[in-house]
């Protein structure tokens, strides 16, 4: 089945860009997601991208696909405290056939 | 418009015990899930309902049973605790069709002693 890998942790200066990474192994994964996770709280949908696309882009957030080598990443732009949380990757096969990665802390230092 | 609810927000139970987690959308969705998080290994799949009637098995059911009382509510029960139970529970509820977003509770935290 689907396996998703993330490293567990990174950290930033509050201003620079954030890059979390993702590698999935199911290459039908027809969704891929990205999730945010902040202290006490439920997950929160950031964004996601259809499998046929090599980029999205929303805001200060800013998605790569790249199919070839079942990596995904997630770039956050002009990164603030607030964005301080866990980031999970996620890949869905179906409604009911989601794999959601172990998450990344990112931590954003003043 | 409250989303994704969840009750209780903390439980604690001795092992052996019973206990019915609660959960309610108001978005209409027809699918709704339950997940366990554990540290450093995402969510996990307990159980899953694509409409009102139907549920299917996760990655991670033993031990637990669902109910899907209507299109609002899926319920998740643990009918004998134990401290491998403990873990924090997610309920979501999603879309269904082309893109299967899920939106989240705030989930229950529970110790199982």
């Known amino acids: 089945g689907e396996d998703v890998e993330q490293s567990l942790f990174l950290s930033v200066r509050e201003g620079d860009s954030s890059v979390i990474n993702c590698t999935y192994t199911?290459?039908?994964?027809?969704?891929l997601y990205w999730y945010k996770q902040e202290p006490g709280a439920g997950l929160q949908l950031l964004t996601y991208i259809f499998s046929n696309m090599d980029m999205k882009q929303d805001q200060r957030l800013t998605v790569l696909l790249n199919k070839k080598d079942k990596h995904l990443s997630l770039r956050i732009a002009d990164t603030q405290t607030g964005d301080s949380a866990i980031y999970f990757c996620a890949g869905a096969i179906s409604g009911q056939n989601f794999v959601f990665g172990p998450g990344t802390r990112l931590s954003v230092l003043p | 418009n409250a989303g994704v609810t969840q009750t209780p927000k903390f439980q604690v139970l001795k092992t052996g015990q019973s206990m019915t987690l609660q959960c309610a959308q108001d978005m209409n969705h027809n699918s709704m899930y339950w997940y366990r998080q554990d540290p450093g290994m995402g969510l996990r799949l307990i159980y899953y309902?694509?409409?009102?009637?139907?549920?299917d098995k996760g990655e991670v059911p033993n031990g637990y049973n669902v109910s899907r009382l209507n299109k609002r509510e899926f319920s998740l029960r643990l009918e004998s605790a134990a401290p491998s139970q403990t873990s924090v529970y997610f309920c979501?509820?999603?879309?269904?069709?082309?893109?299967?977003?899920?939106?989240f509770g705030p989930g229950t935290r529970l110790t199982v002693t």
């Open positions: 979501a509820s999603g879309t269904s069709g082309s893109s299967y977003e899920q939106y």
């Open positions: 309902s694509a409409s009102e009637g139907t549920t």
């Open positions: 199911d290459s039908s994964s027809t969704y």
